[in-house]
């Protein structure tokens, strides 16, 4: 372990900063909540249908959200330079009628698609240097400006397809030159022979994600201590190597009982680590629940009470299913486990109200005075979806939404105790997401049929829960430490970064080439997303887009080409309009004048859940494309778990809002003065 | 530079809007490593003043003269690319970018990787830390957004920018209107690390107790004319209350 040698010695680099550990960083990146967002979101459906999630399924709807996110990617870029664009999803339209109409029509045989997917492009950039052009000159909101633009393409597109082809859509493209070269480039599923390499892929980079990551918190965080402890370092490897042997049975294997096998080696191996870690830290330390402050409790009889709501809703509703969990948790137990949990908070709260702890008292009382609101309207909905469903998958589906709300309500209820005064809000809020993540886990596991798959994600989900509670028993001792050593900080960042862009390559091969296909539509996604993301953050360019949208005179007055850079954004977002036009084109071999009719506002939802500011000046390529993920999964999960279809809707509406919420408060985080 | 020519000279300058005389006769001069303070009540004419240094207005009568030859400028870009650099109330910087970013806007450091420029943001992130802390300024974290400072360290943050980005003669339109005691006091003190520097500085403001300390000369204006030009050792602080406030002109 060389990285291990050259690490200088303890320096404080300001006494001013308190330590920030690796995970609270994390938490003030725009893309984080997004990340988060995702996971719960796919969590959630891939609890409710086992139609959801497998690897074949996933890769599918990829395929078909693949357009959203590369213009999210666009459209987030303009907003955070300030503006919007909402004749963005016409666009796609118009650059598919235009390739169409000239191919089969223009002088007479129709033409090249070498010269016809150009010339959309070339269309396109005006269209973008245009909207730039008004908004600049004029002043007015981009909003209007883009309005105008989009009630004029969404017109030429109907008029020219029903002129030319006199019909509202065109179809048969394939026949032109060119059709079997951009089909294989946009939006073909290319063959790449068999899964072994995948296989190959997925094994190499899980193990590797596994250990660069934990060695990567460890010398994030433990070598910050005044003395490291190199054995309970090695407890901590080993302990990681164990979780990733699980991760590999998981995968190897396809039998129920090695997959439990592979779970329970893998929570050990994870919490052996997470044991270790915290050994560390808490040697001479008070014991855990002894140091949870007074306010922690109202949040531990919550907590309490979900898991009893969760370990009574399979005696409840029984499912008759042959479940290897269930075997291994017999009902008795359950029983019990669900009495405790049960019994445990009410006894703890008579007991407070009996001890006279009146600000105890008042603060419960509140508590549920503020949140009955909230909670009648989560029981509104599940029993609407009760009623309409009345499927036993809708009703842990309901469960489940309740127990996440429940222990959404515990974590904000913590924040807002603790107040900012103190880590300790740090403390509940881990131990609680950790909590959750494990019950998530079982859950799920205890309710699929358990493809590999959910087998895989399972064992992450432990993982990560056991990740989670260890970083945050390091945080919770971060006022002891002396602080931040860099280099230990430097080097644990990037093994951190090199883990995760291995664990994405790792799982990534596992969703493009399921059933030995490759889908270029998902590779532009993360091609588009990549650059992005590049542009925003890692060239000159990324800084004046965030002036420009920040604070534009200020940007004008520092000799920022503010009204180029917008010029181009506007570009940037027609031209993506354009080549996801041409993408779907050629997937579908046809094009419907009003494609992309109405998009323009999902490309937005997008954004903004992926926490991108309206107002412009804040946010980040990465979240736009994980917001689409969220929009996908939503839209793909609804009819995998047998919902109404429709009622997407209302859960784009509820996520969109949860976002802008979440943006807002992080905003106002960002804001505040440190 | 030579204590004998300055660095920036007024002579007898004025600007008419129409009819309306917005600045009369007005005569200053900027000597590198000193402090010119430019006071006044509201409407005294300093943002006349102001944007006639910086090369917004053209004067209608007098003569501007930089490092002793006369200067018209037709944009205030021209006026910076000599190093009269302004630092506005506003700041120029935007509130949800990082230090380090807002530092080096517009003016960003690149290295090649490839054929592509990459942001150094190695480089900006130490020169930025750097910079400012050579004006006196610890920032305890450079990648904390602008708007999470304080309104002094907001302005520290735009002083050292203009300083590192070879600006000769600072102009400070009321850097401490909005700031309590304390941050007044620091930014004061950047001011003057800044004019230690060999830098000229013109510190606009209305407060004369932020002036009197740190200033070595001191221009007085009144209803859009000159009441008096001063150097320290000539003026008390009850002299330039009263000047100020227009009961009495200079004799």
Not at chain 1, 649 to 666: P, R
Not at chain 2, 179 to 193: E, I
Request: net charge positive; hydrophobic share 50%.
């Amino acid at each position: 372990m060389s990285e291990f040698d050259d690490v200088t010695p303890l320096k404080p680099s300001d006494e001013r900063i308190t330590y920030r550990g690796p995970l609270k960083r994390l938490l003030i990146s725009p893309e984080i909540g997004a990340l988060i967002g995702a996971v719960v979101v796919w969590a959630f459906f891939w609890g409710n249908g086992d139609k959801f999630g497998t690897a074949g399924s996933t890769a599918n709807f990829l395929d078909v959200a693949a357009p959203l996110g590369i213009m999210a990617v666009a459209v987030s870029l303009l907003m955070i330079g300030g503006e919007f664009d909402l004749s963005a999803g016409v666009m796609t339209g118009a650059s598919g009628v235009t390739i169409a109409l000239m191919a089969k029509y223009f002088t007479d045989g129709g033409i090249s698609l070498w010269v016809c997917i150009p010339a959309a492009f070339l269309l396109a950039g005006c269209v973008g240097w245009w909207n730039g052009f008004l908004v600049n000159k004029t002043g007015l909101p981009s909003f209007i400006v883009t309005l105008g633009s989009f009630f004029v393409i969404k017109g030429a597109n109907l008029v020219f397809s029903k002129r030319i082809n006199s019909l509202v859509n065109v179809s048969d493209v394939d026949k032109a030159h060119g059709y079997k070269f951009f089909k294989a480039v946009l939006g073909g599923e290319n063959k790449f022979g068999d899964t072994k390499y995948r296989d190959i892929i997925f094994i190499i980079g899980g193990i590797a994600f596994g250990v660069l990551l934990i060695i990567g918190f460890v010398e994030q965080s433990l070598l910050r201590l005044e003395q490291t402890s190199i054995s309970t370092m090695l407890v901590a490897i080993v302990g990681a190597v164990a979780g990733i042997a699980g991760v590999l049975i998981l995968h190897r294997t396809d039998s129920v009982s090695g997959n439990v096998l592979a779970g329970v080696v893998g929570l050990s191996g994870a919490a052996l680590a997470m044991v270790s870690y915290s050994r560390a830290r808490f040697q001479s330390r008070e014991p855990l629940v002894g140091a949870l402050p007074e306010t922690a409790r109202p949040l531990i009889i919550l907590g309490l009470l979900g898991t009893a709501v969760a370990s009574l809703a399979g005696q409840l509703f029984d499912r008759g299913e042959e479940s290897v969990m269930l075997q291994w948790f017999p009902s008795w137990l359950r029983l019990v486990v669900a009495v405790a949990a049960g019994a445990l908070p009410l006894w703890f709260f008579v007991r407070q109200v009996k001890r006279g702890d009146v600000e105890f008292r008042a603060k419960t009382v509140a508590l549920i005075a503020v949140r009955l609101p909230i909670i009648c309207l989560v029981s509104l909905t599940g029993i609407v979806s009760l009623f309409q469903l009345t499927t036993v998958q809708a009703v842990r589906a309901v469960l489940i939404t309740v127990a996440g709300t429940g222990a959404a309500t515990c974590l904000y209820r913590a924040r807002s105790i603790a107040g900012k005064q103190s880590t300790k809000w740090f403390i509940n809020l881990g131990v609680l997401m950790s909590a959750c993540f494990i019950v998530v886990a079982f859950a799920v596991r205890a309710d699929s049929s358990a493809p590999r798959f959910r087998g895989g994600i399972f064992a992450t989900l432990l993982i990560g829960a056991a990740l989670v509670l260890a970083t945050t028993f390091i945080e919770a001792n971060q006022k002891k430490r002396s602080l931040a050593d860099l280099n230990a900080d430097r080097l644990g960042k990037r093994l951190v970064l090199v883990a995760m862009v291995l664990g994405s390559i790792a799982l990534g091969t596992r969703l493009l080439f399921s059933e030995g296909v490759f889908r270029m539509s998902v590779f532009w996604w993360l091609f588009f997303t990549a650059v992005g993301a590049f542009v925003l953050t890692k060239t000159k360019y990324g800084n004046w887009i965030f002036a420009v949208g920040g604070n534009k005179d200020a940007a004008r007055a520092t000799g920022v080409p503010a009204d180029k850079v917008k010029t181009a954004l506007f570009m940037a977002t027609s031209l993506m309009g354009a080549f996801v036009g041409a993408m779907i084109l050629m997937r579908l071999n046809s094009v419907q004048a009003q494609q992309g009719d109405g998009q323009e506002f999902e490309y937005i939802i997008a954004a903004v859940v992926g926490g991108n500011l309206m107002t412009g000046g804040y946010g980040s390529v990465i979240g736009a494309s994980l917001g689409a993920l969220i929009m996908a999964v939503s839209k793909n999960g609804i009819p995998a778990a047998q919902w109404n279809q429709d009622g997407r809707y209302i859960f784009l509406g509820a996520v969109l809002l949860v976002a802008v919420l979440v943006n807002n408060y992080v905003r106002r985080k960002a804001n505040e003065q440190r | 530079m030579s204590n004998s020519t300055p660095l920036l000279e007024l002579q007898n300058v004025g600007k008419y809007f129409g009819n309306v005389k917005a600045l009369e006769n007005v005569s200053t001069t900027v000597k590198a490593g000193e402090v010119t303070c430019v006071l006044g009540d509201n409407g005294a004419g300093k943002s006349t003043f102001i944007k006639i240094i910086s090369g917004l207005h053209k004067p209608s009568t007098g003569k501007y003269l930089f490092e002793g030859h006369e200067v018209t400028f037709d944009s205030p870009r021209e006026a910076r690319a000599l190093g009269i650099a302004t630092v506005y109330q506003d700041l120029a910087m935007a509130p949800l970018m990082s230090v380090w970013r807002n530092f080096f806007l517009g003016s960003e450091p690149t290295k090649r990787f490839g054929p592509i420029n990459l942001l150094d943001t190695k480089f900006a992130r130490a020169t930025a830390k750097e910079e400012m802390s050579k004006l006196g300024i610890d920032v305890r974290d450079i990648d904390q957004p602008v708007g999470t400072l304080s309104g002094g360290e907001r302005q520290s943050v735009a002083i050292a920018r203009a300083v590192y980005f070879g600006a000769r003669v600072l102009i400070l339109d009321e850097p401490t209107s909005a700031l309590g005691v304390r941050q007044s006091d620091l930014v004061l003190g950047y001011v003057k690390a800044a004019a230690a520097r060999d830098l000229g500085v013109i510190l606009i403001t209305h407060n004369p107790q932020h002036a009197l300390p740190i200033g070595n000369r001191f221009l007085i204006l009144n209803r859009g004319q000159s009441v008096g030009h001063f150097e320290k050792q000539d003026l008390t602080y009850e002299r330039l209350i009263e000047l100020m406030s227009g009961r009495v002109h200079a004799a």
